[in-house]
């Protein structure tokens, strides 16, 4: 029997080791994976324990059938009930280990695809639509690297544009559907405070003179359109990884993130805030910088999604 310790940081077990075969097999789990046999409290790699010298180093993961959308909801609270709560504080020291492990590749690949990005953005025509089309492509491909190296897998550069290759037509209506509800959002939001703009230029003849009489419609008005945009973009924060790690369709992957993600919303927010901030001190190294730190930032949005999109089976 043994007990190891998983992407989240937590102990599971005591379990047998043909279960750990299969978290193997799944890869829940890889050779790198720290555990410790039952009687014992020494911690060792599952690869130097001999019950597992023939298993595989490294063990690549199919994304899994696309749940249909009328078993999102089942799907998610499954995922809620085997998950566990997030360390946000873990999330961000094991990324700032898996950083460390994995600097120079980590770092060419984030500024590979910030470059790649910036060329789509300003080829004419193209660079119009990329943000609305294109964003979780590129995303969805670095998101897959980062999840090859916390779970000991295979991946090279190329991987890193792996949602051109695994998943192209899904991750982009993905951002285009998401992208559509938030703008909408924003101008309904924003519809009092276009209504006062109207209102006063044409008192006013053509310049804005003073506020009219329904302005605490418009204060009102961006109040919740910045609370909504802010609730739906940390809801919606997997949908990438969702789609290109588990094979989800756009719809459902936005269903079942917005579902588990809101049993853990503030914790989902307080890795996302936090990785910005670290990211963000970056600029002070004249700006450059930031291509160093952004790594943590989408480590520890990996491990999160680890902790809540990725549970061990149940035993």
Not at 99 to 120: D, E, N, S, Y
Request: hydrophobic share 50%.
């Amino acid at each position: 029997m043994f007990t190891i310790i998983g992407g989240d940081g937590k102990e599971y077990g005591p379990v047998s080791a043909e279960q750990i075969r299969t978290w193997l097999a799944g890869g829940r789990a890889n050779l790198d994976t720290k555990a410790k046999a039952q009687g014992s409290e020494e911690w060792r790699r599952i690869g130097d324990f001999p019950d597992f010298s023939g298993s595989p180093s490294r063990v690549e993961t199919p994304p899994t059938v696309a749940v249909n959308v009328a078993d999102a909801k089942a799907y998610a609270e499954d995922l809620i009930s085997r998950g566990s709560t997030i360390d946000v504080m873990g999330c961000l020291g094991r990324s700032f280990e898996l950083w460390k492990a994995h600097f120079l590749p980590l770092v060419g690949v984030t500024l590979l695809i910030v470059v790649a990005q910036g060329v789509a953005g300003m080829i004419p025509v193209l660079g119009m639509l990329s943000g609305l089309l294109l964003n979780g492509v590129f995303y969805g491909g670095l998101y897959y690297f980062y999840l090859g190296k916390i779970r000991g897998e295979h991946r090279e550069v190329g991987d890193a544009f792996a949602g051109f290759t695994r998943a192209f037509v899904p991750l982009m209506l993905a951002t285009l559907v998401s992208s559509l509800i938030i703008i909408g959002v924003m101008m309904v939001a924003c519809a009092p405070l276009m209504l006062w703009l109207v209102k006063s230029l044409i008192e006013g003849g053509g310049q804005i003179r003073s506020m009219p009489a329904f302005s605490p419609f418009v204060v009102a008005g961006g109040l919740v359109g910045c609370v909504a945009v802010i609730y739906l973009s940390i809801s919606w924060a997997f949908t990438f990884l969702l789609v290109i790690d588990q094979g989800l369709g756009p719809w459902t992957a936005m269903q079942v993130g917005r579902r588990v993600v809101g049993r853990h919303w503030f914790a989902v927010f307080g890795v996302l805030f936090l990785g910005a901030i670290f990211a963000l001190l970056g600029i002070v190294a004249l700006f450059i910088g930031i291509i160093f730190t952004l790594p943590l930032m989408f480590g520890a949005i990996c491990y999160a999604y680890e902790s809540l999109f990725r549970p061990p089976p149940r035993i």
